[in-house]
T-cell receptor, first 114, second 113 residues
Framework: SAVISQKPSRDICQRGTSLTIQCQVDSQVTMMFWYRQQPGQSLTLIATANQGSEATYESGFVIDKFPISRPNLTFSTLTVSNMSPEDSSIYLC???????????FGSGTRLTVV | QQQVKQSPQSLIVQKGGISIINCAYENTAFDYFPWYQQFPGKGPALLIAIRPDVSEKKEGRFTISFNKSAKQFSLHIMDSQPGDSATYFCAASTSSNTGKLIFGQGTTLQVKP
């Protein structure tokens, strides 16, 4: 399975600012996803990061708030823009390889907005 | 229709006992049902998964039981150990839906020594 490096692992940010989270994978992957896990909650899919094109966002998530880039098959970034305390969550990168459905998750970025 | 409902929310089991977590789904197009284990401060890790063409899959102490007609599946942890204490998530996806995983609400399992 792929090894995912996610940076930063945690951060405390001021409201109104933006944070970019990086996801680096040690091998080429087919699909890359970004999930949000609010405190004590389940995982909610934010978007699918598409290589070389705009990400596909789920209902309730918009590009202006969560811009995503995926310049190649092993790297993606998620930006949380104009943050408010409600954005305090764990943000997780997830990947699949080939046609396999075994999703691998990074350790996540724990974001606190104050 | 995209929801996956998981129960119970929390579970306390004695060491050596059986832990059982249940999930139900509505979308009959789902064709992949994994279980993930998450420890504090870590991302979810795939534990075991099943496809609807089988009714049961066993890997070590972990077993998935799948009931296609009832649209339910469950995770059984035999001989539960304190090291199994974690949060467990069921999930589902469809081959045709770009493989997006839909997660259940999660179950926090505590195994008492």
């Amino acid at each position: 399975s792929a090894v995912i490096s996610q940076k930063p692992s945690r951060d405390i940010c001021q409201r109104g600012t933006s944070l970019t989270i990086q996801c680096q994978v040690d091998s080429q992957v087919t699909m890359m996803f970004w999930y949000r896990q609010q405190p004590g909650q389940s995982l909610t899919l934010i978007a699918t990061a598409n290589q070389g094109s705009e990400a596909t966002y789920e209902s309730g998530f918009v590009i202006d708030k969560f811009p995503i880039s995926r310049p190649n098959l092993t790297f993606s970034t998620l930006t949380v823009s104009n943050m408010s305390p409600e954005d305090s969550s764990i943000y997780l990168c997830s990947v699949t390889i080939g046609t396999a459905f075994a999703y691998t998750f990074g350790s996540g970025t724990r974001l606190t907005v104050v | 229709q995209q929801q996956v409902k998981q129960s119970p929310q929390s579970l306390i089991v004695q060491k050596g006992g059986i832990s059982i977590i249940n999930c139900a789904y509505e979308n009959t197009a789902f064709d992949y049902f994994p279980w993930y284990q998450q420890f504090p401060g870590k991302g979810p890790a795939l534990l075991i998964a099943i496809r609807p063409d089988v009714s049961e899959k066993k890997e070590g102490r972990f077993t998935i039981s799948f009931n296609k007609s009832a649209k339910q599946f469950s995770l059984h942890i035999m001989d539960s150990q304190p090291g199994d204490s974690a949060t467990y998530f069921c999930a589902a996806s469809t081959s045709s839906n770009t493989g997006k995983l839909i997660f259940g609400q999660g179950t926090t399992l505590q195994v008492k020594p």
